[in-house]
């Protein structure tokens, strides 16, 4: 046990002042003349004086209280050893604190969160590093304090304790990985000083688990794993961990077989807990139209278990697109959880909205299982998956190239105008007229996904349409030849990158692992040329990677969407694939309830301004072009529904609004810590100790005493005046 004040402990000399108010708080004599006084005999004053005290019990409650304030206030705290160490010598501290919506997590027991346990782990770090370090401070978050180190940890701890205060962290999606080159950046001098980051987060793969034990310029990472209660240590395996709900997914699609005006709302409800049939938690989950509540689903979920939820609602009176969102309730109130942001999913309702996709088929078949785009053609209109958004609002439109090439030489671009999403499937390279139309095409919004086979000739399709493509192509090659090997051994897709915005909310592997592809195309590596990958081989080479381009966004697939190449379309996975990837390239084509954003990411247009956005608190954000004449929104850290209001505002005739939603990242709901060990650094290893603060009782019990000496001393006067009456 120690004291964090100790020198307030001089107040306990004020203990003498209750004896001192008891001792004088008899009642003055006084005195009283009766008639036979004048026959008594004048002698000297006789002085008495009391020998004993009255009302001990409530002088001991005055001592003991005025004890227990003195005690509290000079902060009694027992020491803990926490499950953290520091470089025994000088060094330069940065401490790189998660502020990611995970970080929302709070205790059900303290009710207090991991972002606010960052305070009490900082502090247990400044106050264990050696004399003459520094303290540094950044967040995963950039809008969080950036301090470059200091010889005053007092800066940097003041500072988090600051946005501690200022509420909850904003629910975006950063890993901790990303900020390793910032935290680096922060210690600049030469000075030949050691530098180490402390990195404070969850157990999370986004949080600890996404770290090496090194940056790139070889500064050591020491992961710090937040606890709820510095008295508990760091967290240890699932049980125990705060148990969570959400909603994972929520999707929907036009059911008229229903109704014409009927949409049918598909979501996923998911327990974040460890795996347990045996507890099951009962849940309501409320979907609201416009503001009202019209439905109402009453679940059991198992610990660590995905339920799938299905509503069914026609818009019937209601026309437009309607801002929709699904909540989870109980008893007809917000759901109290310990992580709430991942309780609501909204949407935008089109009874009337199609995603309209071309197919242009270079090889067609009149065997189907040949014909180029068969299996592809199959995947988008597959209508039994639960969870894929675009799932039943595909419209497809099949073409021939020919029909393509006359159908542009008739109409221009406009032959594209109610075109989605173009994909080219094994198609020569199209003329110079047809590649200009769909270059205007895409970068007004239309998405564009190309696959290639037989008919792909690189050194055209690089002259023509290599302005959209992600990475050129160089050369189609047997897939697994190696020098000296005539024959192909076959190359395997490995694990799909889930963080690729068109597979995000995917689990595992996406049903792909098992799929060979015996022929693809290499690319031209350009580190200058933007692009992401989804899908690569096993080799590291990219299997499916995508871009933008202006509004719109192009995919790339480097073997044939047939059975020709690989067995990629009699793969489960291919099925999910497909709609996801179509259903990204779409999405910024779309008007309304297709497009969907993620917390953070950029919103962008390149319709012509004025543009008004207005957010779903109702703030309005005039945007301005960028010199490339595109507008883009970067402030989305606000859930809910958005519209862009096109045209001056208030002016008759305007165009009708681009509709948008933004919901947050699924990934950070995945909150069970997983095992991370912390990496061996040079020099002296010293445990920090965490105080645990031991007042808190202490005023407790001393608004007892109080209490308690408030109705001793209120019986005594009682008493007293009792015994004067009866005298």
């Not at 110079?432 to 270059?439: D, F, K, L, S, T």
């Not at 909150?671 to 407790?700: C, E, M, S, Y």
């Amino acid at each position: 046990m120690s004291l964090l004040a100790p020198l307030l402990l001089i107040g306990l000399i004020g203990l003498g002042l209750p004896l001192i108010a008891h001792l004088r708080g008899h009642r003055e004599p006084r005195t009283i003349r009766f008639a036979g006084h004048r026959f008594l005999a004048a002698e000297g004053e006789v002085l008495s004086q009391r020998r004993h005290l009255r009302d001990r019990l409530l002088l001991a409650l005055r001592v003991l209280l005025l004890a227990l304030l003195v005690l509290a206030l000079s902060r009694p705290a027992s020491r803990h050893e926490a499950a953290l160490a520091v470089l025994g010598e000088p060094h330069d501290a940065i401490l790189l604190v998660d502020g990611s919506r995970s970080m929302e997590l709070r205790s059900e027991a303290s009710g207090q969160s991991l972002f606010a346990a960052t305070r009490g782990a900082a502090a247990a770090i400044a106050e264990a590093l050696p004399p003459g370090s520094r303290l540094g401070l950044i967040g995963s978050d950039p809008a969080l304090p950036r301090l470059d180190p200091s010889a005053d940890p007092r800066a940097a701890l003041g500072a988090l304790q600051a946005r501690v205060d200022a509420g909850p962290p904003r629910p975006g999606s950063w890993r901790l990985r990303d900020r390793l080159a910032a935290a680096s950046a922060l210690s600049q001098a030469d000075d030949g000083r050691t530098k180490v980051i402390y990195a404070l987060s969850d157990r999370t793969s986004g949080g600890l688990a996404s770290l090496p034990n090194t940056t790139a310029d070889g500064l050591a990472i020491l992961p710090i794993a937040v606890a709820f209660d510095a008295a508990t240590g760091a967290l240890e395996g699932t049980r125990g961990h705060p148990a969570h709900l959400g909603i994972a997914s929520a999707s929907w699609e036009p059911a008229p077989e229903i109704d014409p005006r009927a949409m049918r709302i598909r979501a996923e409800l998911r327990s974040y807990a460890a795996a347990d049939e045996d507890h099951r938690r009962p849940v309501s989950v409320a979907l609201r139209v416009s503001g009202e509540l019209v439905a109402q689903v009453e679940l059991e979920v198992a610990d660590g278990a995905t339920v799938p939820l299905e509503i069914t609602y026609s818009a019937a009176d209601q026309r437009g697109p309607l801002a929709a969102t699904l909540e989870l309730v109980a008893d007809g109130e917000p759901l109290v959880d310990p992580l709430p942001s991942d309780d609501r999913r909204h949407l935008w309702l089109a009874a009337d909205e199609r995603l309209t996709v071309t197919l242009v088929n270079g090889e067609p078949s009149e065997r189907r299982s040949h014909d180029e785009v068969f299996f592809l053609a199959t995947a988008l209109a597959h209508r039994a998956d639960e969870t894929e958004p675009s799932a039943g609002r595909i419209a497809l439109r099949n073409l021939a190239p020919d029909q393509l090439e006359a159908q542009i030489r008739a109409r221009g671009a406009e032959a594209l105008a109610e075109t989605d999403v173009l994909v080219l499937a094994n198609t020569a390279a199209p003329a110079e007229n047809v590649a200009a139309a769909i270059r205007e095409r895409v970068d007004a919004g239309m998405g564009l996904w190309l696959t290639v086979g037989e008919r792909i000739d690189a050194e055209a399709y690089n002259r023509r349409l290599g302005e959209l493509l992600p990475l050129l192509l160089r050369e189609a090659v047997l897939a697994g030849t190696a020098p000296g090997r005539s024959t192909a051994a076959g190359e395997g897709f490995a694990p799909a990158n889930l963080d690729h915005p068109a597979l995000r909310g995917e689990r595992d592997d996406l049903g792909l692992l098992g799929a060979r592809a015996r022929r693809i195309f290499l690319l031209e590596p350009d580190p200058d040329r933007p692009h992401e990958v989804a899908l690569t081989y096993q080799s590291g080479a990219p299997t499916l990677l995508t871009r933008d381009y202006g509004r719109g966004r192009v995919a790339l697939l480097t073997t044939s969407v047939d059975r020709d190449w690989s067995d990629m379309p009699l793969r489960p996975g291919f099925v999910p694939l497909a709609l996801r990837t179509v259903s990204y390239l779409g999405d910024r084509a779309s008007q309304s309830g297709a497009h969907n954003l993620l917390v953070g990411e950029v919103w962008s247009t390149g319709l012509p301004g004025p543009l008004t956005v207005v957010t779903p608190s109702g703030r309005r954000i005039a945007l301005r072009p960028d010199d490339d004449g595109v507008h883009r929104l970067t402030d989305t850290y606000e859930l809910g529904h958005y519209r862009v209001e096109r045209g001056p505002p208030g002016a008759p005739g305007a165009p009708s609004p681009l509709l948008f939603t933004v919901n947050v990242d699924p990934a950070e709901s995945e909150t069970l810590p997983l095992d991370i060990k912390a990496p061996p650094i040079a020099g002296d290893r010293v445990f920090a100790a965490a105080h645990i603060p031991r007042w808190r009782p202490l005023f407790g019990l001393a608004a007892l005493a109080l209490l308690v000496e408030s109705l001793l001393r209120a019986r005594s006067r009682r008493r007293r005046r009792d015994g004067l009456v009866d005298g």
